[in-house]
């Protein structure tokens, strides 16, 4: 069994653009495990917006929600939700503003309004439909991450107030919010404590904003090379797009992977 932990981002990392596993990758994905790395998804989605890739991939251990929700081997070992009053702060802000949300956990997602087109745009680039109705769905329950809806710029009248909240933009149309001081570093922290893996064993692959602090703090971070220059800077190595194999390419790169 290897000691190497590998982290792995999924929209634009392991799926193209088109939403797509490319061969190559799910290939040497295969091999890593064969060879005993423990292979992990870290990603902002929710654990029902990825078990059919999980599935597909033979993943059974992942970091969701931004770091929030940490499963290793369909185990959780870690939570952290959101503060109820934060997030009905923000909701009724939100709501006077005209800024409809969503509202997920480990099981499903609700949305505060009926088909709106900043959430059929931005849920829909996933490849999910429209969310059911449900603006009191985060009362009651553990909440893990919200999306808040607005275009870019409108977002600083939420980042002024003072609630312990992150706020991350992922599509045109939609920001995750999270826990203040909540990413997928976080999540990796849970990994290593549980798996005895030391720093220097670890390895991350991303390509978006929600992927700065995961690259930044493991010991080989890997940015795609459909990243974005911030997110190149911040990590040790940057590969090929996604489109052009960049996954493999990567494995390759920092040794995880010799060449046939």
């Known amino acids: 069994m290897s000691n190497k932990l590998v982290f792995l981002d999924i929209d634009g990392t392991i799926v193209d653009h088109n939403k797509e596993i490319p061969v190559e990758a799910k290939k040497s994905i295969a091999r ?5 790395v423990e292979v992990a998804i870290a990603t902002g989605r929710a654990p029902f917006m990825f078990a059919d890739l999980r599935d597909e991939l033979g993943i ?16 959780v070992i870690y939570e952290n939700p959101l503060i109820e009053d934060d997030l009905e702060a923000l909701y009724t802000q939100a709501n006077e503003t005209g800024h409809p949300m ?8 609700r949305a505060s309004v009926g088909e709106h087109n900043h959430i059929s745009k931005s849920i ?15 009362k009651g329950k553990s909440i893990y991450q919200a999306l808040l809806f607005c275009q870019h ?12 909240l992150d706020f991350i933009r992922w599509h045109d149309y939609s920001i995750d919010v999270i826990p203040r001081g909540g990413s997928k570093a976080e999540g990796i922290k ?15 692959f991303g390509d978006g904003l929600n992927d700065r602090e995961m690259l930044g703090f493991v010991a080989n971070g890997i940015a795609m090379g459909n990243a974005s220059d911030e997110i190149k800077a911040v990590a040790n190595y ?23």
């Open 102 to 109: 969503v509202f997920l956990n480990e099981e499903g997602m």
């Open 60 to 75: 059974h251990s992942y970091i969701s929600f931004n770091g929030q929700y940490v499963v290793h081997d369909g185990r």
């Open 153 to 164: 710029g409108e977002e600083g009248q939420y980042k002024e107030q003072p609630r312990q």
């Open 124 to 138: 829909g680039s996933l490849k999910l439909s429209y969310p059911e109705i449900d603006p009191h769905f985060y």
């Open 190 to 204: 849970h990994f290593m404590k549980v798996l005895g893996v030391e720093q220097r064993n670890t390895y991350a």
């Open 238 to 260: 940057v590969t090929k797009d996604v489109s052009d194999n960049g996954l493999s390419h990567g494995f390759r790169l920092v040794g995880l992977l010799k060449d046939d």
């Open 32 to 36: 890593l495990q064969a060879e005993g």
